[in-house]
RNA sequence: GGCGACGUAGCUCAGUUGGUCAGAGCAUGCGGCUCAUAUCCGCAGAGUCCGGGGUUCAAGUCCCUGCGUCGCUACCA
């Protein structure tokens, strides 16, 4: 037998918090193409897990007063623990922690190491003993740490570096021959244009004075190998490279699925770094977007963080993995509200799957005592009765689209065939036949083909809801073993329900939400949401720190070689300062000349376009337009202004 | 500023290579049925396909430009 075989991962999850509602899409969408692939017939493997190396770890677990390894295990415990309750049947569960990986990781190291492709190099750079980090001079706010406030100092560290510039072409070339390699295909583009600029080496050690809780590089003790160098290892390590059996199975009929914000070390580092290392480069990536929770990027200051557990108790797991399947154009950010993820509870799986499956049983019922009937050919040629064309064409829509990742669509192929159905019914009307003996052949053949849509449904719902998908089958008397689940090739043969049996009367497969209590139980919030988010709160002591001024322009020209700055000088009474102003687009050096404006006064003096700026002006800002603040009054320069 | 994506009915969005492409779902209004979870079915809305130019016998669909939204990136103080 030589089954096809594809290998399906999450990213692993770091473990600096808990699970949210965009881990749980990631997971639940590699699933989801698991199952679908399994029904096709494949062998699969599905991998999921966690990152646990690194600084954010350690200080996390500092806080908390316990050992690094302990607070990964209790996160990386949530992140398990998650798993049963999305219902994801991931094959192994991996962590960076485990020792396995950790000397696949070496073992990675030395041969890239040994090829010559890392080499050690030292630099200078702006060093913040607080963050115990690098800062670009740009990250800075007023030429100090954000997180501390105070001045980064200048030092000097050695490191070692992955060549990444040499395998940029060979990368770009490896993209645009490969179609499938990034999909959907605006990430391609995305990945594409960026690589149009030179790529900088990837540093990927920390020296142990800084870090120690990192995987140790095996050609110097003295250093630990970073971040993505370590994580995205896992994708070969959990397959045992190089010798395993899964290995050998499955690599590289590879699909990674991962959110948008890590295109670059999935899309440029990874496959760089198998070629490196002499691996073959893994099938491909699917990138999807961001969930967006009423109408905001999810932030823990806004408090719109959405706890999958949380939702999975309120609407039940197979509604859940419905509504993110069905909401989200794959590769697209999609929107989680309440009233959406009702709205489609209500309307697709109560209205219109779930009461076609229970009008359909009880008429079988009511009319024939649960007996299942067969169908009478001749009216049902006559009367072209049968649903198998529409079944054909609905399978082959879903197969066409699940393949894609294009979850939505291969949804939306199953709803057509369950409208059909409901306009079948309303078109036959079997409460009309039923009242007349003559008519029974007909009543027959018509609640046998709606008998045999449900059971074609139930098999196309699996990959999304498992759990519903046995639900139905046991009613029709279809069930089969534990865990167990009908192939495309099983479920695509017309007239298979088993005729003669007894078909209970249904159960309510999906409630309806009672949208009513919904809106008197929650306060409506109707708060536009600020663009861009509301950053942090802050007290009067923080805004106390920021020193303003009133001040006059009294000398403006244009900077040589930028439509953007103007050169100022500012008079704020005790001293006139130089002010370099980003308001060129908006302002001329002739009008802007005598402005009353408000100048922060104690920031720290940075170099733009070669000029000093000694200060700063409030303005407002929309798109191009900038508008200077002002007074609406005159007022000596110098004032302060709170 | 640079690069890129997008801008289609009240809302969310489909619309492949230019010619039944002016659509679907939800919401709304009216009508029908009663098997069903007050569910289902039918009909209606008409929207300058962001504005303006252009190519073409023919353009949401191609080109240019303006505006707007978003992403990446930068000299954003």
Redesign the pocket.
């Known amino acids: 037998m030589n089954t096809k075989k594809v290998f399906f991962t999450t990213p692993i999850y770091y473990v600096n918090a808990k699970p949210h509602l965009g881990h749980a899409y990631t997971s639940i969408a590699a699933d989801v193409a698991t199952r679908f692939k399994k029904m096709a017939g494949f062998e699969t493997f599905f991998l999921t897990g966690t990152d646990e190396h690194g600084d954010k770890i350690v200080q996390a677990a500092e806080k908390q007063n316990t050992t690094p390894k302990e607070y990964a295990d209790n996160i990386s415990r949530l992140f398990q623990d998650l798993l049963p309750v999305l219902n994801i049947e991931n094959n192994f569960f991996i962590r960076t922690t485990d020792p396995s990986h950790i000397k696949i990781v070496k073992n990675i190291l030395s041969k890239i190491h040994e090829s010559g492709d890392i080499y050690f190099s030292s630099y200078e750079g702006l060093y913040c003993f607080g963050c115990e980090r690098f800062y670009q ?2 990250e ?4 100090k740490c954000p997180d501390h406030g105070t001045v980064p100092e200048v030092i000097k560290e050695s490191n070692y570096f992955f060549k990444m510039g040499k395998y940029q072409e060979w990368l770009i070339n490896h993209i645009k021959t490969n179609p499938d390699f990034i999909r959907p295909k ?1 990430y391609k ?2 990945i594409l ?2 690589l ?2 030179p790529l900088e080496d990837l540093c990927i050690s920390r020296p142990k004075s800084r870090l120690t809780w990192g995987i140790t590089l095996p050609f110097d003790e003295e250093y630990v190998t970073y971040v993505w160098f370590d994580a995205l290892v896992n994708y070969i390590s959990a397959l045992s490279f190089p010798d395993g059996e899964l290995f050998k199975k499955f690599w590289p009929n590879t699909r990674h699925f991962v959110a ?2 890590i295109i ?1 070390p999935h899309g440029i580092y990874w496959p760089i770094m198998l070629k490196a290392a002499g691996i073959k480069i893994y099938n491909g990536l699917n990138v999807h977007g961001f969930w967006n929770v009423k109408g905001s ?1 999810m932030s823990k200051s806004i408090g719109n963080v959405t706890d999958p557990i949380e939702v999975t108790g309120i609407y039940g797991t197979d509604a859940f993995r419905y509504f993110l399947m069905r ?1 989200m ?1 794959f590769g ?4 989680f509200t309440r009233e959406t993820i009702v ?1 489609r509870i ?15 049983l ?2 079988n019922h ?1 009319y024939f005592k649960g007996e299942v009937k067969g169908p009478d050919k001749k009216i049902q040629e006559e009367k072209m009765l049968s649903l198998e064309p529409d079944a054909v064409t609905a399978i082959d829509a879903f197969t066409k689209a699940m393949d894609l990742c294009e979850f939505h669509r291969g949804i939306g192929a199953i709803w057509q065939f369950v ?1 059909i159905m ?2 079948y ?3 036959n ?4 036949l039923a009242k007349d003996d003559a008519e029974k052949p007909y009543l027959e053949t018509v609640i046998y083909n709606l008998i045999e849509g449900l059971r074609l449904v139930s098999g196309l719902i699996y990959p999304v809801m498992p759990e519903t998908s046995c639900k139905m089958q046991k009613a029709l008397n279809m069930e089969k073993g534990n865990n167990e689940f009908y192939t495309l090739k099983e479920i695509s043969q017309w007239g298979q329900i088993k005729k003669g049996s007894i078909i209970e009367n ?1 159960k ?5 939400i009672d949208t009513d209590k919904i809106k008197s139980s929650e306060p409506v919030k109707l708060a536009k949401p600020f ?2 988010a509301l950053k942090e709160e802050i007290t009067i002591d923080d805004f106390a720190k920021v020193d303003l001024r009133t001040g006059i322009v009294i000398k403006a020209e244009k ?1 040589k ?5 103007l050169k100022l000088q500012v008079d704020l009474g005790a001293e006139t300062r130089q ?5 060129a ?1 908006s302002y001329t050096p002739e009008e802007i000349t005598g402005k009353q404006v408000i100048v ?1 006064a104690n ?2 003096e ?1 170099k ?2 070669g000029e000093i ?1 000694q ?3 409030l ?1 407002a800002t ?5 508008v200077l603040s002002g007074f609406d009054k005159e007022i000596m320069p110098g004032n302060p202004v709170k």
Do not use: C, Y
């Not at 929309?622 to 900038?626: E, G, L, Q, R, V």
């Open positions: 001079e740009r800075l706010v007023g030429g605006q583009k995305e244009s960026f149009k600029e948008k914000d670059k990027k909401e154009v697209l950010d999609a929107n709205s209500n309307s697709d799986l109560a209205n219109d799957l779930g009461n076609l499956f229970s009008r359909v009880s008429m009511r409208s409901n306009k019914i309303d078109k009307a079997p409460w009309v249904p309510i497969l999906f409630p309806r663009k861009p900077i070689n930028s439509n953007k700055l002010v370099i102003a980003g308001v687009k922060v920031l720290k940075v733009l376009m700026s200060g700063m002006l303005a929309h798109t191009k337009k900038i």
